[in-house]
């Protein structure tokens, strides 16, 4: 069966029960063109390691492999026969050393380590893997997909060359609050922050002094962030900053650009500085605090 006599077949078995499409996911190998683009879209460096859930004759991993001596891959796999042809076929490739294929449940395997998953498997149980992949993939890990997508997250990047491929990053998570100081116009000022994540897209808002503010241009990609926030600050007029950083757990360490804007004046024109940001979780509600502005 080729993927596109597959992609028919999924369509007409979707009308089926549950129990039958979650017992059915084929093996029916990716093409050589799909196998090239998907290593090309991975965008591999020296050290990294590829994961591929639900590896069939083991080609995307040995194709990885070969094409960057400083990659290392496993498989998984439930089907002991295919599992044993991957490993055979590293064996004659000389790749044995960097590549390893295992037979198990891809719900089982350790994705912690990866730097990169591929993932081709029935769309029911591709979307299943979502949470999986949210929780236990490391920020900033790939995650490639043919044909089917992971449900309701949106892939970052789409290649049509040869059969559809889906490529994310998984987001590193900013949901909640999250508290820094900066010294802007001559004083220290505490920025109480609350971001709502909805995989790489957020919302966010602040709180300084008894100004609040939205952050407007987020952008998430992995561990990297940056958002602009336009906000009247006491004492110092209409500020623009622009924060860009890495997150780490439970710390943001960046940098922050500000600016004062006044009228018509271009924002490169102003007084920009440019501070170091870190910015630290903090407990729920502080950008939810009463104003303390009395209202006559
Ligand atoms: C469509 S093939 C893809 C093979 C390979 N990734 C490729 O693109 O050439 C799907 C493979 O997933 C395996 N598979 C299906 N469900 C699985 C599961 N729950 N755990 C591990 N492997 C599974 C099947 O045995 C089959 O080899």
Same mark, same amino acid.
């Given at each position: ?59 995307? #991993?040995?194709?990885?492999? $070969?094409?960057?001596?400083? &990659? ?8 002991? @026969?295919? =599992? +044993? ?98 010294? #802007?116009?001559?004083?220290? $000022?505490?920025?109480?922050? &609350? ?8 919302? @966010?808002? =602040? +709180? ?89």
């Amino acid at each position: 069966m080729r993927w596109w006599q597959w992609v028919a077949l999924c369509a007409a078995m979707a009308a089926g029960t549950a129990q039958a499409q979650e017992r059915f996911s084929p093996f029916i190998p990716s093409d050589a063109l799909s196998v090239e683009r998907m290593v090309a879209l991975a965008g591999l460096r020296d050290g990294e390691t590829v994961i591929d859930l639900g590896s069939g004759d083991g080609r995307i #991993v040995l194709a990885a492999a $070969r094409a960057h001596s400083g &990659v290392r891959g496993e498989g998984v796999d439930l089907d002991d @026969g295919l =599992v +044993r042809k991957s490993n055979e076929a590293a064996q004659t490739a000389g790749l044995a050393g960097r590549v390893h294929f295992r037979r198990g449940d891809v719900f089982d395997a350790d994705i912690s380590k990866a730097d990169v998953i591929f993932i081709w498997l029935w769309p029911e149980i591709m979307r299943m893997l979502r949470p999986k992949i949210l929780h236990e993939a490391k920020p900033g890990t790939r995650v490639i997909t043919g044909i089917w997508g992971l449900g309701r997250w949106r892939p970052d990047r789409i290649d049509d060359v040869s059969m559809r491929l889906n490529l994310w990053v998984v987001p590193a998570q900013i949901g909640g609050d999250w508290r820094w100081t900066l010294p #802007v116009a001559g004083r220290p $000022r505490t920025y109480d922050a &609350v971001f709502d994540q909805h995989f790489q897209d957020a919302e @966010g808002f =602040v +709180r300084a002094g008894n100004r609040r503010g939205s952050f407007q241009d987020i952008r998430l990609e992995g561990r990297e962030i940056s958002f602009v926030l336009d906000m009247t600050l006491e004492g110092a007029g209409r500020m623009r900053h622009r924060f860009s950083g890495h997150v780490e757990g439970e710390t943001i360490t960046g940098t922050v650009r500000v600016v004062t804007l006044q009228g018509e004046r271009d924002e490169e024109a102003g007084d920009a500085v440019v501070l170091p940001w870190q910015a630290t979780r903090a407990a729920a509600g502080a950008y939810l605090g009463h104003s303390g502005q009395a209202v006559r």
